[in-house]
Protein backbone atom coordinates (compact mmCIF):
# COMPACT_ATOMS: atom_id res chain seq x y z
CA UNK A 1 0.00 0.00 0.00
CA UNK A 2 2.60 2.46 1.04
CA UNK A 3 5.69 3.67 -1.04
CA UNK A 4 9.07 1.87 -1.35
CA UNK A 5 10.40 1.46 1.29
CA UNK A 6 12.95 3.84 1.41
CA UNK A 7 10.70 6.52 1.51
CA UNK A 8 9.78 5.08 5.16
CA UNK A 9 13.66 5.91 5.98
CA UNK A 10 14.48 9.06 4.39
CA UNK A 11 15.25 12.09 7.36
CA UNK A 12 14.35 9.64 10.10
CA UNK A 13 17.17 7.48 10.77
CA UNK A 14 20.21 9.28 13.54
CA UNK A 15 22.74 10.45 11.29
CA UNK A 16 25.51 11.15 13.87
CA UNK A 17 25.66 14.68 13.02
CA UNK A 18 24.76 18.00 13.80
CA UNK A 19 22.52 19.70 11.00
CA UNK A 20 22.52 23.52 10.69
CA UNK A 21 19.47 24.81 9.12
CA UNK A 22 19.31 28.94 8.62
CA UNK A 23 21.84 29.46 11.80
CA UNK A 24 20.36 27.12 14.07
CA UNK A 25 21.04 23.37 15.56
CA UNK A 26 19.57 20.93 16.66
CA UNK A 27 21.98 21.76 19.63
CA UNK A 28 20.56 25.41 20.21
CA UNK A 29 17.14 24.43 19.41
CA UNK A 30 16.66 21.68 21.81
CA UNK A 31 18.67 23.93 24.75
CA UNK A 32 16.01 26.50 24.04
CA UNK A 33 13.24 23.75 24.88
CA UNK A 34 15.08 22.70 27.73
CA UNK A 35 14.75 26.77 29.15
CA UNK A 36 11.37 26.46 29.18
CA UNK A 37 10.44 23.53 30.60
CA UNK A 38 8.59 24.12 33.60
CA UNK A 39 8.31 20.83 36.56
CA UNK A 40 4.94 21.87 37.36
CA UNK A 41 3.60 21.79 33.84
CA UNK A 42 5.37 18.73 33.63
CA UNK A 43 3.39 16.83 36.37
CA UNK A 44 0.12 18.24 34.68
CA UNK A 45 0.49 16.79 31.72
CA UNK A 46 2.10 13.69 32.88
CA UNK A 47 -1.70 13.07 34.33
CA UNK A 48 -3.03 13.11 30.41
CA UNK A 49 -0.54 10.78 29.48
CA UNK A 50 2.10 13.30 28.07
CA UNK A 51 5.84 13.50 28.91
CA UNK A 52 6.92 17.24 28.46
CA UNK A 53 7.09 20.52 30.26
CA UNK A 54 7.07 22.96 27.91
CA UNK A 55 4.57 26.44 27.82
CA UNK A 56 3.06 26.07 24.47
CA UNK A 57 2.88 29.66 24.11
CA UNK A 58 6.27 30.21 24.15
CA UNK A 59 6.90 26.79 21.78
CA UNK A 60 4.80 28.44 19.39
CA UNK A 61 6.78 31.41 19.89
CA UNK A 62 10.11 29.50 18.88
CA UNK A 63 8.47 27.94 15.72
CA UNK A 64 7.25 32.07 14.94
CA UNK A 65 10.91 32.72 14.55
CA UNK A 66 12.11 29.76 13.14
CA UNK A 67 9.41 29.79 10.25
CA UNK A 68 9.13 26.33 8.23
CA UNK A 69 12.18 24.26 8.53
CA UNK A 70 11.54 20.84 6.81
CA UNK A 71 15.11 19.38 7.60
CA UNK A 72 15.61 21.48 10.65
CA UNK A 73 12.39 19.27 11.52
CA UNK A 74 12.94 16.13 10.43
CA UNK A 75 16.35 15.81 12.55
CA UNK A 76 14.17 17.66 15.83
CA UNK A 77 11.28 14.44 15.05
CA UNK A 78 14.23 12.21 15.02
CA UNK A 79 15.36 13.08 19.03
CA UNK A 80 11.91 11.49 20.06
CA UNK A 81 11.84 14.47 22.83
CA UNK A 82 8.32 15.00 23.04
CA UNK A 83 8.31 18.80 22.73
CA UNK A 84 11.13 18.66 19.96
CA UNK A 85 8.46 16.54 18.25
CA UNK A 86 6.10 19.27 19.09
CA UNK A 87 7.89 21.81 17.48
CA UNK A 88 8.92 20.26 15.01
CA UNK A 89 5.19 19.66 13.78
CA UNK A 90 4.71 23.10 13.61
CA UNK A 91 7.74 24.19 11.39
CA UNK A 92 7.72 21.38 8.84
CA UNK A 93 6.04 21.17 5.58
CA UNK A 94 3.11 19.01 5.35
CA UNK A 95 2.56 18.43 1.75
CA UNK A 96 6.37 17.18 1.67
CA UNK A 97 5.60 13.55 3.52
CA UNK A 98 4.92 10.56 1.64
CA UNK A 99 2.00 8.25 2.68
CA UNK A 100 4.80 5.63 4.36
CA UNK A 101 6.34 8.94 6.08
CA UNK A 102 2.85 9.87 7.51
CA UNK A 103 2.36 6.35 8.63
CA UNK A 104 5.68 5.79 10.15
CA UNK A 105 5.03 9.02 11.95
CA UNK A 106 1.74 7.83 13.27
CA UNK A 107 3.48 4.86 14.71
CA UNK A 108 5.96 7.22 16.57
CA UNK A 109 3.27 9.28 18.07
CA UNK A 110 2.35 7.63 21.09
CA UNK A 111 1.35 10.25 23.71
CA UNK A 112 -2.19 12.46 23.49
CA UNK A 113 -0.40 15.77 22.34
CA UNK A 114 2.16 15.14 20.06
CA UNK A 115 -0.62 12.75 18.09
CA UNK A 116 -3.30 15.50 18.15
CA UNK A 117 -1.27 17.60 16.66
CA UNK A 118 0.64 15.33 13.65
CA UNK A 119 -3.23 14.45 13.18
CA UNK A 120 -4.61 18.22 12.96
CA UNK A 121 -1.51 20.24 11.52
CA UNK A 122 0.06 17.50 9.60
CA UNK A 123 -2.27 14.76 7.92
CA UNK A 124 -5.31 17.12 7.37
CA UNK A 125 -3.12 19.54 5.15
CA UNK A 126 -1.08 16.53 3.63
CA UNK A 127 -2.65 15.44 0.10
CA UNK A 128 -2.34 11.68 1.44
CA UNK A 129 -4.86 12.00 4.04
CA UNK A 130 -7.95 10.27 2.16
CA UNK A 131 -5.85 7.49 1.70
CA UNK A 132 -4.62 7.48 5.20
CA UNK A 133 -8.02 8.08 7.01
CA UNK A 134 -9.49 4.87 4.97
CA UNK A 135 -6.61 2.79 6.33
CA UNK A 136 -6.02 3.85 9.87
CA UNK A 137 -9.66 3.32 10.77
CA UNK A 138 -8.79 -0.69 9.97
CA UNK A 139 -5.90 -0.68 11.85
CA UNK A 140 -5.44 -2.52 14.53
CA UNK A 141 -3.53 -0.63 16.68
CA UNK A 142 -6.25 1.95 18.39
CA UNK A 143 -4.41 5.25 18.68
CA UNK A 144 -3.36 4.56 15.15
CA UNK A 145 -7.39 4.08 14.44
CA UNK A 146 -7.94 7.17 16.05
CA UNK A 147 -6.43 9.35 13.85
CA UNK A 148 -8.64 7.85 11.41
CA UNK A 149 -11.31 8.55 13.07
CA UNK A 150 -10.27 12.08 13.45
CA UNK A 151 -10.15 12.47 9.82
CA UNK A 152 -13.41 10.59 9.27
CA UNK A 153 -15.15 13.31 11.63
CA UNK A 154 -13.17 16.24 9.52
CA UNK A 155 -14.58 14.83 6.29
CA UNK A 156 -17.96 14.22 8.15
CA UNK A 157 -17.94 18.44 9.44
CA UNK A 158 -16.38 19.52 5.95
CA UNK A 159 -16.86 17.21 2.95
CA UNK A 160 -19.50 14.10 3.53
CA UNK A 161 -20.45 13.31 0.00
CA UNK A 162 -19.35 9.67 -0.54
CA UNK A 163 -19.13 8.38 3.47
CA UNK A 164 -21.30 6.14 4.63
CA UNK A 165 -22.76 8.04 7.49
CA UNK A 166 -25.35 5.19 8.68
CA UNK A 167 -22.62 2.47 8.40
CA UNK A 168 -20.22 4.47 10.59
CA UNK A 169 -23.15 5.28 13.37
CA UNK A 170 -23.11 1.19 12.96
CA UNK A 171 -19.79 1.18 13.95
CA UNK A 172 -20.16 3.31 16.63
CA UNK A 173 -22.82 1.58 18.11
CA UNK A 174 -20.71 -1.65 17.83
CA UNK A 175 -17.15 -1.05 19.00
CA UNK A 176 -17.14 2.42 20.94
CA UNK A 177 -18.22 1.10 24.88
CA UNK A 178 -15.44 -1.36 24.73
CA UNK A 179 -12.66 0.78 22.40
CA UNK A 180 -9.75 2.53 24.62
CA UNK A 181 -9.58 5.76 25.44
CA UNK A 182 -7.78 7.77 22.60
CA UNK A 183 -10.39 5.43 20.22
CA UNK A 184 -13.20 6.03 21.95
CA UNK A 185 -12.81 9.83 22.42
CA UNK A 186 -12.22 10.00 18.32
CA UNK A 187 -15.51 7.87 17.67
CA UNK A 188 -17.20 9.80 20.28
CA UNK A 189 -16.23 12.71 18.50
CA UNK A 190 -17.20 11.91 15.06
CA UNK A 191 -20.85 10.45 16.84
CA UNK A 192 -21.24 14.15 17.74
CA UNK A 193 -20.51 15.62 14.87
CA UNK A 194 -23.00 13.63 12.51
CA UNK A 195 -25.28 14.40 15.12
CA UNK A 196 -24.55 18.28 14.67
CA UNK A 197 -24.24 18.41 11.14
CA UNK A 198 -26.55 15.97 9.45
CA UNK A 199 -30.18 16.09 11.25
CA UNK A 200 -31.78 13.30 9.39
CA UNK A 201 -28.97 10.82 11.54
CA UNK A 202 -29.47 13.67 14.70
CA UNK A 203 -32.01 10.95 16.45
CA UNK A 204 -30.13 8.32 15.91
CA UNK A 205 -27.10 9.74 16.87
CA UNK A 206 -28.51 11.15 20.25
CA UNK A 207 -29.73 7.23 20.88
CA UNK A 208 -26.72 5.79 20.61
CA UNK A 209 -25.26 8.57 22.80
CA UNK A 210 -27.85 7.93 25.66
CA UNK A 211 -27.80 4.02 25.19
CA UNK A 212 -23.68 4.30 25.59
CA UNK A 213 -23.19 6.59 28.29
CA UNK A 214 -19.92 7.13 27.04
CA UNK A 215 -18.35 10.65 28.63
CA UNK A 216 -21.38 10.76 30.10
CA UNK A 217 -19.93 11.64 33.73
CA UNK A 218 -16.54 13.02 32.36
CA UNK A 219 -16.12 16.03 34.27
CA UNK A 220 -16.61 19.53 32.37
CA UNK A 221 -15.50 22.74 33.61
CA UNK A 222 -17.84 25.55 34.05
CA UNK A 223 -19.03 27.41 30.50
CA UNK A 224 -18.09 24.13 28.85
CA UNK A 225 -19.90 22.09 26.89
CA UNK A 226 -19.81 18.29 27.72
CA UNK A 227 -18.36 15.97 25.51
CA UNK A 228 -21.29 13.47 26.09
CA UNK A 229 -22.76 13.22 22.69
CA UNK A 230 -26.20 14.35 23.28
CA UNK A 231 -25.87 16.93 25.30
CA UNK A 232 -22.75 18.25 22.85
CA UNK A 233 -25.23 17.40 20.11
CA UNK A 234 -28.02 19.51 21.33
CA UNK A 235 -25.76 22.53 22.54
CA UNK A 236 -24.11 23.30 18.76
CA UNK A 237 -27.51 22.82 17.39
CA UNK A 238 -28.94 25.01 19.51
CA UNK A 239 -25.91 27.83 19.05
CA UNK A 240 -26.29 26.93 15.22
CA UNK A 241 -29.77 27.93 15.65
CA UNK A 242 -29.21 31.34 17.66
CA UNK A 243 -26.38 32.56 15.54
Given at each position: ?12 G???R ?6 T ?8 L???E?P ?7 R????HG ?7 A??K ?9 L ?8 A ?5 L??C???A ?7 V ?10 HD ?18 A ?28 D ?10 E ?6 R ?15 HP????R ?6 R ?9 P ?9 V?I???V ?6
Amino acid sequence: MWAAAEELIVGWGCTGREVQVSGTTVTEVMAELAAIEDPKARAVNERHGDDHGVNLGKLRAIAKRLRTQQDLALELWATGDSAARLLALLICRPRAFGAGQLDVMARESRTPKVHDWFVNYVVKKSPHAEELRVAWLQDPDPVVASGGWALTTERVARKPDGLDLAGLLDTIEAEMKDAPDRLQWAMNHCLAQIGIEHPGLRARAIEIGERLEVLKDYPTPPNCTSPYAPVWISEMVRRQAVG
